[in-house]
């Protein structure tokens, strides 16, 4: 007899083993190294915990927006969910994890509108709807076959939206053809939103050697070489905290330190050039 779906168990689509606990399914993508992706252990012990509650129950706790609240669930937890859902073909289930999910990655990306609503960036536009439809494109293909692509959402979720951003801005830029140079504004010395673009393209947190040690261990040497306050700003990127949002109980870092949203991404674009040139210079030749 089949259970109403807001009494079957999450991890319905777990593996179970001789203890009856669910057993989290690995990921499949390997590293240059050889070695297979593996979540954080605290995500992995978050999974098998979420996964025995009533569906009902853990799209409630989905549903929590506060990144701060106890019971909000990382979005690498929903990712694994989504995924898992393939196995009892129920598409009722997959629906609605995917709403919140996409919800989420929507309240994330950059909105086309200025501040004041009156004026509308084609950029930001289009960057908007490259990452969403990719990232939308990976996750229905994946309900078809495995895409290892979306290991490094259920790994980390903020980089791998970091580097979808990075792609979309990359070809955004390309596309516009832009060739004034990338200055600071004379009057503010804030970067205009195509420097800040620009500066997105070369995210040291996406870099394709992000996953050497050798690399990470240069890198958390140049971030403590940073100013105080850039360094804090770096800090609080990695922990996944907003530069700003438009939901006011959200923490952020302009509230953390008391400046302005366009002043905190002003000092993180400079940490990221100055990181940039550490990382350079510490290449080989």
């Known amino acids: 007899m089949k ?4 009494v079957v168990g999450a991890g319905q689509e777990a593996v179970a083993n001789r203890a009856g606990e669910a057993t989290v399914i690995p990921l ?20 098998t915990e979420l996964a025995v509650l009533p569906r009902d129950a853990l799209i409630a706790r989905a549903e929590v927006t506060k990144r701060f609240d106890p019971n909000y669930i990382p979005s690498e937890c929903l990712v694994y969910f989504i995924r898992a859902s393939r196995r009892d ?3 009722l289930w997959f629906e609605r994890l ?14 086309a509108e200025s501040p004041d609503g009156e004026t509308e960036s084609l950029t930001r536009g289009i960057v908007r709807d490259k990452v969403f439809g990719r990232f939308v494109e990976l996750l229905s293909a994946d309900r078809t076959d495995y895409v290892d692509k979306l290991d490094y959402f259920e790994v980390r979720f903020d980089g791998a939206m970091a580097s979808l951003r990075r792609d979309a801005q990359e070809k955004a830029w390309r596309d516009e053809n832009r060739a004034r140079p990338l200055e600071y504004d004379e009057e503010s010395g804030e970067l205009s939103p195509e420097v800040e673009a ?19 261990m240069r890198l958390e040497a140049a971030i403590d070489a940073l100013p105080t306050e850039q360094s804090r700003i770096i800090h609080m990127l990695r922990q996944g905290i907003p530069i700003d949002s438009q939901e006011p109980d959200v923490m952020t870092i302009a509230k953390a330190l008391g400046r302005s949203e366009k002043t905190v991404r002003t000092y993180r674009d400079k940490a990221f050039a100055a990181l940039r040139t550490a990382m350079a210079d510490g290449e080989e030749r």
Do not use: M, W
Request: charged share 35%.
């Open 3 to 6: 259970q109403p779906e807001g």
């Open 28 to 47: 499949r993508k390997r590293r240059l190294s050889g070695e297979l992706y593996e979540r954080d252990p605290k995500t992995e012990a978050l999974i």
């Open 89 to 91: 073909n129920n598409e």
């Open 98 to 111: 995917y709403r919140i999910l996409t919800e989420r990655v929507l309240r994330s990306l950059p909105k």
């Open 198 to 216: 620009a500066a997105g393209i070369q995210d040291p947190f996406a870099a394709s050697d992000f996953d050497d040690p050798a690399y990470r």
